[in-house]
Every structure is written in structure tokens, then in C-alpha cells.
């Protein structure tokens, strides 16, 4: 295992917990939900979705790109991966085409240990994503029902990762987010497993089985901890965007291509 290295990190830990996980042994976990692409074509209708619905407002981030739907110039399975992959080519007024996944009502899940092996794509302007957001909205829009970053990378900072929390109290927009950076240089050239392990006290988050950061149930209430409710997972490579244009777009960069090996997805038996 590589060794990581962690800096700007802005945790919110109890030092005397930090390596304890929500279970105790591995042997806990029961596995309820995967996908390991061990077949050819469109992702397993079953089990993804195609979101295309923000195309029209940039997302909410003044993102770039336009996610097409079940187009395999965009998203396919092939050699047991998952491609992602984002494109230089003009569409609906738009530069770029890319493909943005998620398992709502097909995999919806409260607390766990969820899983994604995969090989990010970098260059400026790319900003992939693996994360999750809620299923129902109990608490109400974003930030206020959370999200939760499992994985991202801003392609302008290529040698580093990022896990987050955003919630009411804790999010981008008032600069107050949860999370850590992480120092991972060959993320665009290695495969790594990137998960979280949710539970009603914290959640953990993972690289390569190395604990990278904690984010603790303060106990008070929906506005610092809104994960209570069942949440589903998302994949996508955004261009540009508030974070991932900061540097602007390198257009020599494209096709750039989110690989992924396998999704899985566990309960505490």
C-alpha cells in the first residue's frame, strides 16, 4: 500500500476515536448492493440512472458540460470497467459532452460501508466525482439534507484528492465544509478504492483502506448532521465548474475517461 500523505485538513475529530471505524471487524459487513461490470454495453439499467436534468443551469456550479443519456460516446462497459468519459464536441449550445450516473430508487441506502474501485481522470478543467446525495431531501434543498463526497479530484491540483461534507451548518458556499485533502499523486494512473463507513455516530472515510478523515454527529440536530436518512450514489466527470474551471479548461486534454472496477455496497449483519 502507498503511503498518503494528508495536508489542509479541515477535520472535525476526536483524537482518541480517529482510527476506530463504525464496526469493529470486517467480517460485520454483509454486502446488499453491487455492480462489478463484468459485462458489455450501457451500465445495468437496473441499477443506474442518467442525470441529465441541471444540464440547463450549469448544475448549479457554472459547469460546462452537457450529460448526455445512455449515449456510449459517453458512458459504456467494456474489459470490466466503467467508462466515464468526457469530450470535446459541440451539443445544445454546449462544448462538451460527459455522463453523470446515479442509483436513485435502484440503490438507496442509510448508513453502510460503500465502496468504488476506480482510476480518476485529470487535466485542467476536469473535475470528477464519486459522492452521494439524499434520497428523499428530508431536511430540504441542498445543503440543508447534505452530501456526501466519497472521492474528488480537480484535475488543476493533480497530485491530490478530496473527501468532504456539506450540510446547513458546513458547506462551500459559506466556506465552512468538513474534510480533508489528500496527498495521492498517481490517482490518474493507479486504480484505488475510495469508501466511506456511515453509521448514526460518524462517518468514515477511506483510501485504499487507510483512514483518511471523520466526521462526527455533533447530537445537534439536522443542521451539522442531516445523515439520518437514506442516501444514493452519483458518478460523474463535470468540466469546468466553480472548483474545477478555477485554472480554466486545457481543451488539448480530451477524451479524459473515469474508469471504474467495481461499485459494492455492505450492511452491518
Not at 445495468?44 to 440512472?49: E, Q, R, V, Y
Not at 499523486?185 to 448514526?200: K, T, V
Not at 466526521?215 to 439520518?228: H, L, M, Q, T
Amino acid at each position: 500500500m502507498k503511503k498518503m500523505k494528508l495536508y489542509s485538513l479541515f477535520i472535525w475529530v476526536l483524537p482518541f476515536v480517529l482510527f476506530m471505524s463504525c464496526t469493529k471487524i470486517s467480517s460485520d459487513w454483509k454486502l446488499v448492493w453491487s455492480d462489478e461490470f463484468n459485462y458489455h454495453g450501457l451500465p445495468n439499467p437496473l441499477k443506474w440512472n442518467y442525470d441529465t436534468i441541471g444540464n440547463a443551469y450549469g448544475w448549479g456550479n457554472k459547469e460546462l458540460q452537457y450529460y448526455t443519456y445512455a449515449n456510449p460516446e459517453n458512458v459504456w462497459v467494456e474489459g470490466g470497467f466503467l467508462h466515464i468519459r468526457a469530450q470535446k464536441e459541440r451539443i445544445n449550445g454546449f462544448d462538451y459532452t460527459s455522463a453523470r450516473l446515479n442509483t436513485l430508487n435502484k440503490g438507496d441506502w442509510k448508513y453502510g460501508r460503500v465502496e468504488v474501485r476506480a482510476k480518476l481522470p485529470g487535466g485542467r478543467g476536469i473535475w470528477p466525482a464519486i459522492w452521494m446525495l439524499p434520497t428523499e431531501w428530508k431536511y430540504g434543498n441542498w445543503p440543508n439534507s447534505g452530501e456526501i463526497d466519497i472521492v474528488e479530484h480537480v484535475g488543476y491540483i493533480p497530485d491530490s484528492v478530496f473527501v468532504t461534507v456539506h450540510t446547513e451548518m458546513f458547506n462551500h458556499m459559506i466556506n465552512t465544509q468538513k474534510g480533508a485533502s489528500v496527498y495521492l499523486p498517481q490517482n490518474e494512473h493507479e486504480f484505488h478504492l475510495y469508501a466511506i463507513e456511515w453509521c448514526s455516530e460518524k462517518i468514515d472515510f477511506f483510501i485504499d483502506d487507510e483512514l483518511v478523515f471523520t466526521f462526527y454527529n455533533s447530537g445537534k440536530g439536522a443542521a451539522e448532521w442531516p445523515f439520518d436518512q437514506k442516501f444514493h450514489l452519483l458518478l460523474n466527470v463535470a468540466v469546468g465548474g466553480n472548483w474545477g474551471g478555477q485554472q480554466g479548461v486545457d481543451d488539448s486534454i480530451f477524451p479524459v475517461t473515469l474508469l471504474v472496477d467495481y461499485v459494492r455496497v455492505y450492511r452491518r449483519s
